[in-house]
């Protein structure tokens, strides 16, 4: 669907956006400065004011994006309104910017919605000194308080014993798991922010994650996509006021928790990454240039609670999903996960090497699901030359990982689940180098190594626990998928019958 096709459905949206483009194109001189820049990578030609816009499935862009590498190449670019934005696709090409040159593809896109949620301060879309000193610290102390390691398993291991009851309260019968998945995946990554988990039914909590969850399927709106286009848009109603109204909430709930948990601090007893940043923050008090300031913490502890709960919450459904779709793929999962472990032990890390099916199993979930297809933009930091095109400074970069996960020249069979991507010709688990879920490079995710522990304990102890099956009233179980900044299972029930 063309965004063309979305305004025919509504006359007075259309009229006001005809109104609006006949304004713009009588003040603005919508003239590309990159596009007429010498030997910039190809692209469409743009329309006036909406630039590419109507070439895209705003529901579906990444899958236009990539039809648009077909014709153009894995280098290319198309314009958003008056952004140029250059549109990089294929392992190859991908890899070569985000790890060969890091530094060069390593900033992140000023985008208007998050440039206004943010601030620039936290680590996910901030910029120059404060990204590089609060990312820094932020890998550091998660590393201290235990991530990746036995205390952080433990710590998950015992999560997932409140999945199993919950779980277990609905008897086998259709559920919708999604917020009960959010509030295991986030109690993790709380127990290093806050030193403290919060029950399922905790009304503040569960209103946290909700505006949380709803500002990931939010972002992938129209009205948000054209405010991202076309900020001056701004004053309009639409989705883009609700996501904005939803962020300053989750801040005021972060507030909240800091001052009711963390008001006294005991150096030689640190509890939590709050601690931590509030002892770095009285050790910098005499310099007027510090990040360790206020903003720079709450922002921080909003993008990891929101990227710590969204990622792993989805992969898991999508793992459960697949897993009703395929039962001859949850049976051999099952049977190995009985033949290492047992029935009764609970699943650690260290089973791993000895569950190459199960692992296999895992990592092409998160190849399959896509769970991030069109990665977070990014933004050169200098004039680039990069695959015989020159790319100035400033240029909004989106490195495709759809495009690299669906990799023909990767993958065998790119548009199948199919474990056997994961697998060597005797069952043996095999890395692949176009596995990129996480991203890679500078911007790749900070809690990568969190998240894998996570996705392979949560999972391994469900299916180890439950067979998931085909609600009754489903004839033919669909994959189709949303996307807002995730892209998330598009029908939400499994049943989770006892083993």
Known sequence: ????????????????????????????????????????????????VIGNLHLLDLKKPDKSLMKLSEKYGTVFS??????????????????????????????????????????RCGIVFSHGESWKQ??????????????????????????????????????????????KLNAAAANIICSLLFGDRFDYEDERFVGMLKTVNENVQLAGSLMIQLYNAFPFLGFLPGSHKKFLSNA????????????NCHQNLDEN????????????????????????????????????????????STTIRWGMLLMMKYPEIQKKVHEEIIRVIGPDRSPRTQDRKSLPYTDAVIHEIQRFGDIVPLNIPHETTVDT?????????GTHVIPLLSSVLYDKTQWEKPNEFNPSHFLDAEGKFVKRDAFMPFSAGRRACAGETLA????????????QKFKFQVPPDVSELGLESSVGVTSFPKYPYVCAVRR
């Open 134 to 179: 609060m990312r820094r610290f932020t890998l550091t102390t998660l590393r201290d308080f235990g991530m990746g390691r036995k205390t952080i398993e433990d710590k998950i291991i015992e999560e997932t014993e409140f999945l199993i009851k919950m779980f277990d309260s609905y008897k086998g019968q259709p559920f919708n798991p999604t917020s």
């Open 385 to 393: 030359n990069f695959k015989g095109f020159f790319i100035p400074k």
């Open 78 to 119: 198309i314009k958003l309104g008056f952004t140029d934005v250059v549109v990089l696709t294929g392992y190859e090409t991908v890899n070569d910017a985000l790890v060969k040159h890091a530094e060069e593809f390593g900033g992140r896109a000023h985008v208007p919605l998050f440039e206004a949620t943010s601030k």
């Open 452 to 463: 894998k522990m996570e996705l392979f304990l949560f999972f391994t102890t469900l299916v």
């Open 248 to 259: 300053k909430e989750s801040i005021a709930y972060l507030k909240t928790l800091f001052n």
């Open 269 to 312: 007893d640190l509890r939590s990454f709050i601690d931590a940043f509030m002892l770095r923050q009285q050790q910098e008090s005499d310099n007027p240039n510090s990040y360790f300031n206020e903003n720079n913490l709450m922002l921080t502890l909003a993008d990891l609670f929101a990227a710590g709960m969204e990622t792993t």
């Open 1 to 48: 669907m063309s965004i063309l096709s979305v305004f025919s459905l509504d006359s007075a949206t259309l009229g006001l956006f005809a109104a609006l483009t006949i304004i713009l194109l009588v003040y603005f001189n919508t003239g590309s400065k990159s596009r007429g820049t010498l030997n910039f990578p190809p692209g469409p030609p743009a329309l006036p």
